[in-house]
């Protein structure tokens, strides 16, 4: 059974908008977050990440919020540019990092 | 700085044929991962290693071996193939310490017929 689940497959935003994307976990021990970002024919890169111990963190156009107690993540970018059409993982891990889990992934399209 | 190499890029086995995929860092990271990504399934832990000489068990292990040859190479070896390994197989790297961020490689596409 999966721990990480991104439950939209694909999302289509306008140039400018908000984009949001969600992700939920089942497992409590979980105390790491993180976002990556994924163009066809390439691997994953390094988005964004946050602690258990805080509740968001912003980077440049990206923030992401953690809610604990509903076992939910979120990836805000604010202003979304068709650059950002991708496909984003989330990923979990507990607090020795020797295993990750990730979800299906939410391919993003923004329209110019 | 070429972060993480993959090879091959692609390949095509028949059933019950065997290859290694090979993965090297120059980053000097401690430890190292093997996954696979299937449709509709995210990316799934095969194997890691945390460190040189060590290695464990992901979600996903049966079909594969795995050897840390050193620091830098990490190899991935499938004994005898079979169509449900057909899939994306990425390598990715991360520095032990304060930084939790992996570092990928651009994967191996590899097809089992």
């Known amino acids: 059974d999966q721990q990480v689940k991104q439950n939209s497959p694909s999302l289509s935003v306008q140039e400018g908008r908000i984009s949001i994307l969600n992700c939920d976990y089942t497992?409590?021990?979980?105390?790491?977050f993180l976002w990556y970002k994924k163009y066809p024919a390439e691997g994953p890169t390094f988005l964004i990440s946050?602690?258990?111990?805080?509740d968001k963190n912003e980077d440049g156009r990206f923030t992401v919020f953690l809610n604990k107690s509903a076992k939910h993540l979120s990836l805000h970018i604010v202003p979304s540019q068709p650059g950002d059409s991708a496909v984003y993982f989330c990923?979990?891990?507990?607090?020795?990092?020797?295993?990750?889990?990730f979800g299906s992934g939410t391919k993003l399209n923004v329209k110019p | 700085n070429a972060g993480v190499t993959q090879t091959p890029k692609f390949q095509v086995l028949k059933t019950g044929q065997s290859m290694t995929l090979q993965c090297a860092q120059d980053?000097?990271?401690?430890?190292m991962y093997w996954y696979r990504q299937d449709p509709g399934m995210g990316l799934r832990l095969i194997y890691y290693?945390?460190?040189?000489?060590?290695?464990d068990k992901g979600e996903v292990p049966n079909g594969y071996n795995v050897s840390r040859l050193n620091k830098r190479e990490f190899s991935l070896r499938l004994e005898s193939a079979a169509p449900s390994q057909t899939s994306v197989y990425f390598c990715?790297?991360?520095?032990?310490?304060?930084?939790?961020?992996?570092?990928f490689g651009p994967g191996t596409r590899l097809t089992v017929t």
């Open positions: 990715a790297s991360r520095q032990t310490g304060s930084s939790y961020e992996q570092y």
């Open positions: 497992n409590s021990m979980f105390d790491y």
């Open positions: 946050i602690s258990s111990i805080k």
């Open positions: 990923a979990a891990s507990g607090n020795n990092f020797n295993k990750f889990y």
């Open positions: 980053m000097n990271h401690n430890s």
């Open positions: 290693s945390a460190s040189e000489g060590t290695t």
